[in-house]
């Protein structure tokens, strides 16, 4: 589309990665986790502002950076994180520059199908954000403790409203329910050209009464978030980098040689063929050095990268691009990253994503038949119970259940079933020492290559290593006669976060590997890093290899390994956890029984979430449970299953259907899971979750079900009954 004075809007609905969202805690007893903040935007001083017409031009926004995708959100405050569709509701464009005294902003939108634009409030108001409107947040000092965010919101006739986001006071009322005290009086024009609204904003830095007299713009750095709420059904509320305020991106601009970058496609997302394009332009008077990577990652295919490194002359502009003639996979990844030829100065550096509009897999829902449920362990307004796995011994009737007393609590809490998880023990003696381990303890049925076989409980964090109490060392105890008595507490030498999460026999039984997630070796500046590691044992799980570094993502934090060996028994498959909420889930494979790991993939939809336990069918078929953490999934913060196949997993696509199994009355607080197939068929699983609204804390509960019934189910929904 070009409008009438040339402006090509070829914008591309993909989501923004959130770097600076919360990192959900492991456990609630140790200071919270938060990611660390990512490198600012470097910004070029513009050296004229744009006019603010309404009509975004190229040549007056050359200097600014420019952003496709904003994130899209289920409700105003709460990001969706990952689901942004390819209709018209996800094309739209953000530009940020500034001049000495004056942050200037843009957002470039397409009309929905050509529908005009809600617009029912025709006086000031902060309600007219239930028009079609626009947001704006500029934060003077987004790294001070206390510090406030200036809103201006509008809609299409420009009235909207002014508001003052304190951050870090004592007094939390929403300032739309405060007296105005404020009002900025930022130049402000808007329009519609050729089925695309353009609104144009400048912000005077004088007009915010955080900012220091004759502060200018290259003084410090200034937080920036826009925001486009749509208001065709269903109503969508989106923004550049993930939430409503509170979630500024820091920005600095400055007078010295700095690249001008902008990143676009000449198509829409999930719409091929598209060309990706990375506009990389020196607005400065003298030549720059610039190193400028685009890859292209599709869970299904081979990375795609165009990487260059050159020197920009004055006014001169290089692009890289990077052509997908078949985006049909189930995620998708645009890095876009401009540094100094040496890496050591980051000017631009943002990742973008998208998953295909699909619809989400049917759901069975389980939850309210509470025939089905049995209650291990209940919680009380005094007691949590949390964290269980279970194990299923060789005669198919015998259960164990260990779990945690507190959220990553003291170990020790341990039942036994005799009937298949019907019914249950009251706790059994364990050694006192299990109580000084914390965190997560799991269950395994262990043989060495003796032929021994032994009962092992592994917790995650125990007397020793380096980090307590965030990260201390792994501890394991054992039964030789099937759980009647167990060998105190005794540490293996591990430093973790987690237990070993998956334990799996290879090389014909002559080996084990054990897979977890700990800190970072050696990590000085983030202290909540999470990475995959892999340990080994050939005396049937008594001692344990140093850690091997599987996956480690940056600034990312990955966990909870669950390892699957595929049905012709050739390959390893692990799935894992991805705990900023700004990746889908991830999976890596094996084809050597675990001596090499393949590179990172993305998981289908469907499977994305937390702590995934896995059992086979006897059609061969998979059901994996786990906390559904799925962005725009109907069943999010809830126990469920997938239902589906392996070659569904490592071929991209996203299974059969879902299992609601449990509801849980306090958000994502539940889901991890024992998951065991008796002999009758009868599938139990088991987790720790607050099981109903009141002041009772998280109880264990299991939900038992026949595969035969579900499948039932899921063809009555498919069938529209």
Same mark, same amino acid.
């Given at each position: 589309?070009?409008?009438?004075?040339?402006?090509?809007?070829?914008?591309?609905?993909?989501?923004?990665?959130?770097?600076?969202?919360?990192?959900?805690?492991?456990?609630?007893?140790?200071?919270?986790?938060?990611?660390?903040?990512?490198?600012? $935007?470097?910004? /070029?001083?513009?050296?004229? /502002?744009?006019?603010?017409?309404?009509?975004?031009?190229?040549?007056?926004?050359?200097?600014?950076?420019?952003?496709?995708?904003?994130?899209?959100?289920?409700?105003?405050?709460?990001?969706?994180?990952?689901?942004?569709?390819?209709?018209?509701?996800?094309?739209?464009?953000?530009?940020? *520059?500034?001049?000495?005294?004056?942050?200037?902003?843009?957002?470039?939108?397409?009309?929905?199908?050509?529908?005009?634009?809600?617009?029912?409030?025709?006086?000031?108001?902060?309600?007219?954000?239930?028009?079609?409107?626009?947001?704006?947040?500029?934060?003077?000092?987004?790294?001070?403790?206390?510090?406030?965010?200036?809103?201006?919101? $509008?809609?299409?006739?420009?009235?909207?409203?002014?508001?003052?986001?304190?951050?870090?006071?004592? +007094?939390?009322?929403?300032?739309?329910?405060?007296?105005?005290?404020?009002?900025?009086?930022?130049?402000?024009?808007?329009?519609?050209?050729?089925?695309?609204?353009?609104?144009?904003?400048?912000?005077?830095?004088?007009?915010?009464?955080?900012?220091?007299?004759?502060?200018?713009?290259?003084?410090?750095?200034?937080?920036?978030?826009? !925001?486009?709420?749509?208001?065709? =059904?269903?109503?969508?509320?989106?923004?550049?980098? &993930? #939430?409503?305020?509170?979630?500024?991106?820091?920005?600095?601009?400055?007078?010295?040689?700095?690249?001008?970058?902008?990143?676009?496609?000449? *198509?829409?997302?999930?719409?091929?063929?598209?060309?990706?394009?990375?506009?990389?332009?020196?607005?400065?008077?003298?030549?720059?050095?610039?190193?400028?990577?685009?890859?292209?990652?599709?869970?299904?295919?081979?990375?795609?990268?165009?990487?260059?490194? $050159?020197?920009?002359?004055?006014?001169?502009?290089?692009?890289?691009?990077?052509?997908?003639?078949?985006?049909?996979?189930?995620?998708?990844?645009?890095?876009?990253?401009?540094?100094?030829?040496?890496? %050591?100065?980051?000017?631009?550096?943002?990742?973008?994503?998208?998953?295909?509009?699909?619809?989400?897999?049917?759901?069975?829902?389980?939850?309210?038949?509470?025939?089905?449920?049995?209650?291990?362990? /209940?919680?009380?307004?005094?007691?949590?119970?949390?964290?269980?796995?279970?194990?299923?011994?060789?005669?198919?009737?015998?259960?164990? !259940?260990?779990?945690?007393?507190?959220?990553?609590?003291? !170990?020790?809490?341990?039942?036994?079933?005799?009937?298949?998880?019907?019914?249950?023990?009251?706790?059994?003696?364990?050694?006192?020492?299990?109580?000084?381990?914390?965190?997560?303890?799991?269950?395994?049925?262990?043989? +060495?290559?003796? &032929?021994?076989?032994?009962?092992?409980?592994?917790?995650?964090?125990?007397?020793?290593?380096?980090?307590?109490?965030?990260?201390?060392?792994?501890?394991?105890?054992?039964?030789?006669?099937?759980?009647?008595?167990?060998?105190?507490?005794?540490?293996?030498?591990?430093?973790?976060?987690?237990?070993? =999460?998956?334990?799996?026999?290879?090389?014909?039984?002559?080996?084990?590997?054990?897979?977890?997630?700990?800190?970072?070796?050696?990590?000085?500046?983030?202290?909540?890093?999470?990475?995959?590691?892999?340990?080994?044992?050939?005396?049937?799980?008594?001692?344990?290899?140093?850690?091997?570094?599987?996956?480690?993502?940056?600034?990312?934090?990955? #966990?909870?390994?669950?390892?699957?060996?595929?049905?012709?028994?050739?390959?390893?498959?692990?799935?894992?956890?991805?705990?900023?909420?700004?990746?889908?889930?991830?999976?890596?494979?094996?084809?050597?029984?675990?001596?090499?790991?393949?590179?990172?993939?993305?998981?289908?939809?469907?499977?994305?979430?937390?702590?995934?336990?896995?059992?086979?069918?006897?059609?061969?078929?998979?059901?994996?449970?786990?906390?559904?953490?799925?962005?725009?999934?109907? %069943?999010?913060?809830? $126990?469920?299953?997938?239902?589906?196949?392996?070659?569904?997993?490592?071929?991209?696509?996203?299974?059969?259907?879902?299992?609601?199994?449990?509801?849980?009355?306090?958000?994502?607080?539940?889901?991890?899971? &024992?998951?065991?197939?008796?002999?009758?068929?009868?599938?139990?699983?088991?987790?720790?979750?607050?099981?109903?609204?009141?002041?009772?804390?998280?109880?264990?509960?299991?939900?038992?079900?026949?595969?035969?019934?579900?499948?039932?189910?899921?063809?009555?929904?498919?069938? &529209?009954?």
């Amino acid at each position: 589309m070009t409008n009438r004075r040339g402006f090509k809007a070829t914008t591309l609905g993909i989501l923004l990665v959130v770097c600076q969202m919360q990192l959900a805690p492991a456990q609630p007893s140790t200071p919270a986790e938060s990611s660390p903040q990512p490198v600012p $935007f470097t910004v /070029p001083l513009m050296r004229q /502002p744009p006019t603010i017409d309404g009509l975004v031009e190229p040549d007056e926004w050359a200097a600014s950076l420019g952003f496709d995708g904003f994130v899209g959100a289920d409700k105003v405050g709460v990001s969706t994180g990952l689901l942004v569709t390819k209709n018209a509701q996800g094309q739209v464009r953000g530009y940020v *520059g500034a001049t000495d005294d004056a942050i200037h902003v843009a957002v470039v939108s397409r009309i929905p199908d050509g529908t005009p634009l809600k617009a029912t409030f025709k006086q000031d108001t902060w309600e007219a954000v239930g028009d079609d409107s626009i947001e704006v947040f500029v934060n003077p000092t987004p790294e001070a403790e206390q510090r406030a965010d200036y809103q201006r919101l $509008f809609n299409s006739l420009g009235f909207g409203a002014y508001l003052v986001h304190d951050i870090g006071s004592a +007094d939390q009322t929403p300032p739309w329910l405060k007296p105005a005290t404020w009002r900025g009086d930022w130049p402000m024009k808007q329009a519609v050209h050729d089925g695309w609204w353009h609104a144009e904003v400048t912000i005077p830095l004088a007009s915010m009464p955080g900012v220091a007299p004759g502060r200018k713009a290259t003084d410090g750095t200034w937080g920036v978030n826009l !925001c486009r709420t749509w208001q065709k =059904t269903p109503m969508t509320w989106s923004s550049l980098f &993930g #939430g409503y305020a509170k979630n500024t991106r820091s920005f600095r601009f400055t007078q010295a040689p700095t690249p001008a970058v902008q990143v676009s496609s000449d *198509g829409l997302a999930g719409d091929p063929p598209v060309t990706f394009v990375m506009r990389v332009f020196n607005p400065s008077g003298s030549p720059l050095e610039v190193k400028a990577a685009l890859s292209l990652r599709q869970s299904t295919r081979p990375e795609s990268a165009s990487t260059d490194t $050159f020197t920009l002359a004055a006014g001169e502009v290089r692009e890289l691009r990077i052509k997908a003639d078949d985006l049909a996979t189930t995620s998708v990844r645009l890095d876009a990253v401009v540094t100094s030829p040496d890496g %050591t100065v980051a000017w631009y550096d943002r990742t973008t994503r998208w998953i295909p509009d699909t619809q989400p897999l049917p759901v069975v829902d389980l939850s309210e038949e509470t025939r089905r449920h049995v209650v291990i362990a /209940p919680g009380s307004k005094d007691v949590y119970q949390g964290h269980p796995t279970t194990l299923l011994l060789p005669d198919g009737k015998t259960m164990f !259940c260990v779990w945690t007393t507190g959220h990553g609590g003291p !170990c020790g809490p341990l039942k036994r079933s005799d009937d298949g998880g019907l019914t249950w023990s009251d706790l059994l003696p364990v050694p006192d020492n299990w109580q000084t381990t914390r965190n997560c303890p799991v269950l395994h049925r262990l043989t +060495d290559p003796e &032929g021994v076989t032994r009962l092992f409980v592994f917790a995650g964090q125990g007397p020793g290593g380096t980090r307590q109490p965030d990260s201390g060392t792994m501890h394991r105890s054992y039964s030789l006669d099937d759980g009647k008595t167990w060998s105190p507490m005794e540490g293996i030498g591990l430093e973790c976060v987690m237990p070993f =999460t998956s334990i799996v026999p290879v090389e014909g039984g002559k080996k084990l590997i054990g897979l977890t997630n700990i800190r970072r070796l050696g990590e000085t500046k983030d202290p909540w890093s999470n990475i995959i590691t892999q340990s080994e044992s050939t005396d049937g799980g008594l001692t344990w290899s140093p850690w091997r570094v599987l996956v480690d993502l940056g600034k990312q934090k990955v #966990g909870e390994p669950e390892v699957i060996r595929s049905p012709n028994g050739t390959q390893l498959l692990c799935l894992i956890r991805e705990n900023l909420r700004t990746e889908p889930s991830h999976f890596i494979t094996s084809d050597d029984e675990g001596k090499t790991w393949s590179a990172v993939q993305d998981l289908p939809p469907g499977l994305h979430g937390d702590r995934h336990q896995h059992i086979f069918l006897p059609d061969g078929r998979l059901v994996i449970a786990f906390r559904d953490m799925g962005n725009g999934s109907p %069943t999010h913060d809830h $126990f469920v299953a997938w239902v589906g196949r392996y070659e569904d997993i490592v071929g991209g696509r996203d299974g059969g259907y879902k299992i609601k199994l449990l509801h849980s009355h306090k958000g994502s607080d539940c889901g991890y899971p &024992g998951l065991e197939l008796l002999s009758d068929g009868t599938i139990v699983a088991t987790t720790y979750v607050k099981y109903r609204s009141g002041p009772e804390q998280n109880s264990l509960v299991s939900v038992r079900f026949k595969i035969a019934e579900t499948d039932a189910m899921a063809k009555r929904l498919a069938a &529209g009954r």
